[in-house]
């Protein structure tokens, strides 16, 4: 159980056009789903929570006008990037939380990534 | 504000032999500590977790932690390696305000098997 996908995992665009990446937990109800963005040995740094039906929080630094969160059902989240440019090229990773008060509330669930490369 | 601090970018070992990962934390919190591997081009993936309970942490595939307040470590170990354990590990703090926790990952330890 708590399987999360991400679809695509990958893609190449090109400069100025906007990608969408879907997060979806499979198996489960996921209250809040977050967004990371991972450099070439670097960490996971993260962008921004969502939780169902509200408007995503953005970290400092991220642009919410870039980088388009929807969290439009509690299996659901999709994360856009608008307008991207070869400096957005990363790979994006999504993970949820479950819906459950017998699960430890701040575990996450991670998906398998999207690796986005801008030409 | 939280943080960890993985001390070694790289580490190498040999099959069969014991495996240290080390990692520091600091928190305003009582701490969850997490620690996640990830194998190329698969998701992460949860080896163990310390919620305030028993101090020596059982994961999977072997490995376990122990949380000492005293020295802010929560450093990962194995008894014997095998070469399926080479991986990217991270060691994460959580943020236990809210109703969804934030994490803080560490910048990661590649572990190395040789034959």
């Known amino acids: 159980g708590a399987v999360v996908s991400q679809h695509p995992s990958w893609v190449i665009c090109k400069s100025g056009t906007s990608v969408k990446i879907e997060c979806r937990s499979l198996d489960f109800q996921a209250t809040t789903m977050f967004w990371y963005r991972q450099f070439p040995k670097k960490s996971l740094m993260l962008m921004a929570t969502s939780n169902e039906g509200s408007k995503a929080t953005y970290e400092q630094g991220v642009e919410k006008d870039k980088f388009l969160i929807n969290h439009a059902s509690l299996t659901l989240s999709t994360l856009t990037v608008t307008s991207a440019h070869p400096e957005d090229s990363s790979f994006y990773i999504c993970s949820a939380t479950r819906r459950s008060l017998a699960v430890v509330k701040d575990e996450q669930f991670f998906g398998p990534g999207t690796r986005l490369t801008v030409l | 504000a939280q943080s960890v601090t993985q001390l070694d970018s790289h580490v190498s070992v040999s099959e069969g032999t014991p495996v240290l990962l080390r990692c520091n934390y600091s928190?305003?919190?009582?701490?969850?500590l997490f620690w996640y591997v990830q194998h190329p081009n698969k998701g992460l993936q949860l080896l163990l977790k310390?919620?305030?309970?028993?101090?020596l942490v059982k994961g999977i595939n072997g490995f376990e932690a122990e949380f000492k307040k005293s020295e802010t470590s929560f450093h990962l170990t194995k008894p014997s390696a095998h070469m399926s354990d080479a991986a990217e590990y991270f060691c994460v703090v959580s943020d236990l305000a809210g109703t969804a926790s934030k994490l803080t990952f560490g910048t990661g330890t590649r572990l190395q098997v040789t034959l």
């Open positions: 928190s305003s919190y009582s701490p969850s």
């Open positions: 310390y919620t305030s309970a028993a101090t």
